[in-house]
């Protein structure tokens, strides 16, 4: 049975930095793509970045290139999602997902960037 638990969201000033990271289980971690989506207040969940079981292949959306990386440690079952740089409008519940299980959402973590 999939489980992910989100962590490290918080309130940090415009120009902070966060860690996120994503503790998977109930599945062979290091088989599958992860994903980070996000969902602003009020608007669609949507795509921030992903990262293959390999760690060979990335994807960043337009809104975050440049500031955001996707790391992961397979031995820890564990994705990371480093935002520097924040800005005002990466506030959102940030949630990870894996192509394990798709339909499979945890509780998410709240990130709030603002003076």
């Known amino acids: 049975q999939v489980h992910l638990v989100e962590s490290g969201g918080g309130l940090v000033q415009p120009g902070g930095s966060l860690r996120l990271s994503c503790l998977a289980s109930?599945?062979?971690?290091?088989?599958?793509?992860m994903y980070w989506y996000r969902q602003p207040p009020g608007k669609q969940r949507e795509l921030v970045a992903y990262?293959?079981?390999?760690?060979?292949?990335?994807y960043y959306g337009d809104s975050v290139k440049g500031r955001f990386t996707v790391s992961r440690d397979n031995p820890k079952n564990t994705v990371y999602l480093q935002m520097n740089n924040l800005k005002p409008y990466d506030t959102a519940v940030y949630y990870c997902?894996?192509?394990?299980?798709?339909?499979?959402w945890g509780q998410g973590t709240q990130v709030t960037v603002s003076s």
């Open positions: 109930g599945f062979t971690f290091s088989h599958y793509t």
């Open positions: 990262i293959s079981g390999t760690a060979t292949m990335y």
């Open positions: 997902n894996s192509a394990a299980a798709p339909g499979y």
